[in-house]
Nanobody, 115 residues
């Protein structure tokens, strides 16, 4: 099983990005019931939990992104998403996908927001 993130990049302050994380090789029934999450790590800071989704219930864990970020999943594609709107320079970080069932991390993807 592998988690592969995509969709990162560089945007201006106020811009939007949608991150995707595909769980390659994961059995569909496991994926459907798995708790998947997005974490991020900014330079010089610890990795922090941004959002999780279990079944169809998504939860934003970081107060600083509430109202701007949304987590969702598409089970048939074994993919979760993180829609990020109204991005700010402080959102700049490497974003990681995580699977609770496999205790597995993706390779991480860079998001850079410039002012």
């Amino acid at each position: 099983v592998q988690l592969v993130e995509s969709g990162g990049g560089s945007v201006q302050d106020g811009g939007s990005l949608r991150l995707s994380c595909k769980a390659s090789g994961m059995i569909l029934s496991v994926f459907t019931s798995d708790t998947l999450g997005w974490y991020r790590q900014a330079p010089g800071k610890e990795r922090e939990l941004v959002a999780t989704i279990t079944g169809g219930v998504g939860r934003i864990e970081q107060d600083s992104v509430k109202g701007r970020f949304t987590i969702s999943r598409e089970n048939t594609r074994r993919t979760i998403y993180l829609q990020m709107n109204s991005l700010k320079p402080e959102d700049t970080a490497v974003y990681y996908c995580h699977s609770a069932s496999h205790q597995l991390w993706g390779q991480g993807i860079q998001v850079t927001v410039s002012s």
